[in-house]
């Protein structure tokens, strides 16, 4: 398959010297049209389809999709639109929320371990473990609540963290679970204009809580704390793509892409029949017959 012209500029594979201000948060590579984009998705939504079904019936590599992003930078819609094409089962989404006590009592990967694709199948993450280098970062006071011993909260505390998941990742990654991180980003300007629409359009008023606005006091912090997570965790086994999200037309299109080029990489296939296989069909033909 040639590559797409949508992905390589957005990957980071090696997060040494990474900056996020190299990446704009409006480009769209040249591409213009929303149309064009929406036809590209619609044919990229039938390939994806069709090598979903081939991992689904192969069974040996499993696919683990992650989204972070700032509030409404469109995780949930690019997510619905991306995946409208595949078998419900081979995919499972999961959503991570504030912790509850039980995954308080437990390290930091306890909860999304468990949740991670059985082999044939797309695990997406929406949020995921590095929230624990993100808003816990922003926010100091939640990780008072994880009832860590003292001794082990230092000033490194965030390298060791970066530490511990790039060892967890390299783990999955030989162990069959391919990892494609997206963090899309979102303007300020942009986050603001769909904020209001959000509390404009009363269809729109559930998404928006006051929590949401309050947030954005810590924007500078959380755009030190993206760059900061990219720069140590990206790798050539597991990395991120810093996809624009300012229009959410050429987010889902480059999202796709990325997702397609990594499962072609696989050059998947359906199982083959052996000899013992054709001789229980040919049974069964004489059995139906």
């Not at 190299?22 to 929303?34: E, I, Q, W």
């Not at 595949?86 to 989404?93: K, L």
Request: glycine share 4%; with cysteine; proline share 6%.
């Amino acid at each position: 398959m040639k590559p797409s012209p949508f992905v390589k500029p957005y990957c980071v594979t090696a997060g040494k010297g990474f900056r996020l201000k190299d990446f704009a948060p409006d480009d769209t590579a040249g591409l213009h049209s929303k149309e064009k984009a929406e036809e590209l998705l619609r044919h990229g939504v039938t390939r994806l389809s069709e090598l979903q079904e081939e991992l689904y019936a192969q069974g040996r590599w499993s696919l683990l999709l992650i989204f972070q992003a700032m509030d409404a930078a469109g995780k949930d819609g690019t997510i619905k639109h991306v995946m409208s094409g595949v078998n419900p089962q081979g995919c499972e989404v999961v959503s991570f929320k504030v912790p509850s006590s039980q995954e308080l009592d437990h390290d930091f990967l306890w909860r999304t371990t468990r949740r991670l694709p059985e082999r044939g199948r797309i695990g997406i993450f929406n949020r995921s473990y590095y929230e624990e280098t993100l808003v816990v970062r922003v926010h100091p006071e939640l990780l008072a609540r994880q009832k860590l011993p003292p001794p082990l909260v230092t000033k490194d505390i965030w390298k060791e963290r970066f530490a511990d998941i790039n060892a967890f990742e390299r783990y999955l990654s030989r162990n069959g679970v391919l990892i494609r991180k997206f963090f899309l980003q979102l303007s300020r300007k942009e986050q603001k204009k769909r904020f209001l629409a959000r509390l404009d359009v009363p269809e729109k008023n559930w998404k928006f809580s006051l929590a949401d606005a309050q947030e954005r006091q810590h924007w500078p912090a959380y755009m030190a704390a993206y760059e900061d997570m990219i720069r140590h965790t990206a790798t050539e086994h597991a990395p991120w793509y810093v996809v624009p999200a300012d229009h959410k037309w050429f987010t889902r299109l480059v999202v796709a892409e990325a997702i397609i080029e990594t499962l072609d990489s696989l050059r998947l296939g359906y199982p083959k029949v052996d000899e013992a296989k054709r001789k229980e069909l040919a049974a069964a033909r004489r059995t139906l017959d």
